[in-house]
C-alpha cells in the first residue's frame, strides 16, 4: 500500500517542524547580547562528517556555535540557519503560541545567522562519544562554519570544553580557525594538545588595514590584536600560520596586499601563510555586495561579472593569486601551508617524533 503523507491528507493542520528545524523550534533562551539573541541547542551529535565523492576523502568539523556574532560581509556560512527554519518559514505551532516576540525570525534571512546564535548543549560529552567511532587519522576540523572563540565563548567556554576532550586523546589530527584573540585563553591546553596530537591553528586575517577590517568584519578584534595572537601562540611552540583569506577582487587581491600581510607574518613567526580568492555563495551575495555597492561602487560591475553564472572564481583568476602568494611567501621567507617537515622543525622536544601530520593535499580540502 502506498505511504500516503498526513501533510497531503490534511493540508489545513499545522506543520510541525522536523530534524534541526524542530530542535531550533525548542530551543530555550540561555543569555543576550547588543542585538543578539542566544539559545541553548540540544543537539544528536557534535562532530560533522563530509563527504566529497569527486574526491573521495572524509573529513570531520566541529562547530561548537550555530550562527557567529563577527557578522563578516562575506560569511559563506550564512545559508546554514536556512536548515532551522520550517518549511512554512516559521516555528512550530507549539512553540510560537508560547515564545516570545524576539524569537520569531525568518531563518533565511541572512542577517539571523550573526543575531540568532545557538549554544550546542553537552558538547563535550558528545564528542568523547563520538570519537570513539571515528579513525583518528582523519582530520577534524574546529571552526570550519563559525568561529570557534566569538565573543560568547567568554561565558560558554564550549570550545574549551572540547579542547580539554582532546587534551587527553593521543594520535588525532585537529586543525582550528578563528579570527579571535581568545584562543589565547587556552594555550595551556593547546600545548597539551599539541604535545600529544597533531594540532594546527589558522588565524584569519583578511587585511592589516583596521578601518577596512572593522566595514569587513564588524565584530571581529582588530587585525593588530590577530597578529600578536599569533606571535603568542608560536612562542608558546604551537603550530599556527595566517589565512589572508578571502582575497577580494579589487580590494585586497593586489601583490602589493599580499606583500603587506605576508611581511607581517613574517614578523610574527607565522609557521606559513595561505590566501585563495573569495567565493559567493547566494546566501552571502546580498550581504557582501550590498557593502560592495556601499563602499567600493565602482566595483559593482566588477562583481556583477564575476559572479554573474558562478559562485567561484575561475581557474585562470585563482592560478594567478596562487602565484602572487607563492611571491610573496617567497619574498618574505614564509611556508605556504604547514608541512611534515614543519612539524619536525617545530615539535620535537627532548627526541619526541611528532604525530603523523594532515599532510599538505588534506590541509588544502579542509581549510581551503
Known amino acids: 500500500m502506498a505511504k500516503i503523507n498526513g501533510a497531503d491528507l490534511f493540508p489545513i493542520l499545522p506543520q510541525q517542524p522536523t530534524g534541526i528545524a524542530r530542535l531550533a523550534a525548542l530551543a530555550e533562551h540561555a543569555d543576550d547580547g547588543h542585538l543578539i539573541e542566544f539559545k541553548a541547542l540540544a543537539v544528536r551529535s557534535i562532530l560533522n562528517k563530509s563527504v566529497s565523492k569527486r574526491l573521495r576523502w572524509l573529513a570531520y568539523s566541529i562547530n561548537p556555535y550555530r550562527g557567529c556574532e563577527f557578522g563578516c560581509k562575506y560569511c559563506y556560512a550564512r545559508y546554514t540557519h536556512e536548515f532551522m527554519a520550517s518549511k512554512n518559514s516559521e516555528l512550530s505551532a507549539e512553540s510560537a503560541a508560547t515564545a516570545p516576540a524576539s524569537t520569531e525570525i525568518d531563518f533565511r534571512d541572512p542577517l539571523s545567522f550573526e543575531r540568532l546564535i545557538f549554544l550546542k548543549q553537552n558538547a563535550a560529552w558528545l564528542l568523547e562519544q563520538e570519537l570513539k567511532k571515528i579513525d583518528p587519522a582523519m582530520e577534524i576540523a574546529l571552526g570550519t562554519a563559525t568561529d570557534p572563540y566569538q565573543p560568547i565563548e567568554r561565558r560558554a567556554q564550549i570550545t574549551r570544553s572540547l579542547l580539554e576532550v582532546f587534551s587527553q586523546k593521543s594520535g588525532y589530527r585537529l586543525g582550528i580557525v578563528t579570527k579571535s584573540r581568545l584562543i589565547e585563553r587556552d594555550i595551556d591546553l593547546l600545548q597539551e594538545i599539541s604535545r600529544r596530537n597533531t ?19 564588524p565584530r571581529a578584534p582588530r587585525p593588530d590584536l590577530r597578529f600578536q595572537t599569533v606571535k603568542r601562540l608560536r612562542e608558546a611552540g604551537i603550530v599556527a600560520g595566517i589565512f ?48 560592495v555597492r556601499e563602499h567600493f561602487p565602482s566595483l559593482e560591475a566588477d562583481y556583477a561579472r564575476r559572479f554573474a553564472h558562478a559562485d567561484f572564481a575561475s581557474k585562470t583568476y585563482s ?50
Not at 603587506?260 to 606559513?272: E, I, P, W
Not at 617524533?353 to 588534506?362: C, E, K, N
Request: with cysteine; glycine share 6%; charged share 20%.
Open 199 to 217: 594540532l594546527v591553528v589558522h588565524v584569519t586575517i583578511t587585511t592589516p588595514d583596521a578601518k577596512l577590517a572593522r566595514l569587513l568584519e
Open 244 to 291: 589572508g583569506s578571502p582575497l577580494l577582487p579589487g580590494i585586497t587581491d593586489s601583490q602589493r596586499a599580499l606583500d603587506s600581510l605576508a611581511k607581517r607574518a613574517a614578523a610574527v613567526d607565522a609557521s606559513f601563510f595561505a590566501a585563495h580568492p573569495l567565493f559567493l555563495k547566494p546566501c552571502s551575495r546580498p550581504t557582501y555586495l550590498s557593502f
Open 319 to 368: 592560478a594567478q593569486l596562487a602565484l602572487m602568494v607563492g611571491a610573496a611567501c617567497r619574498k618574505y621567507g614564509l611556508k605556504q601551508r604547514w608541512s611534515d617537515e614543519t612539524l619536525l622543525t617545530e615539535n620535537t622536544m627532548g627526541g619526541r617524533t611528532p604525530p603523523r601530520s594532515v599532510g599538505l593535499p588534506a590541509q588544502e580540502r579542509l581549510f581551503a
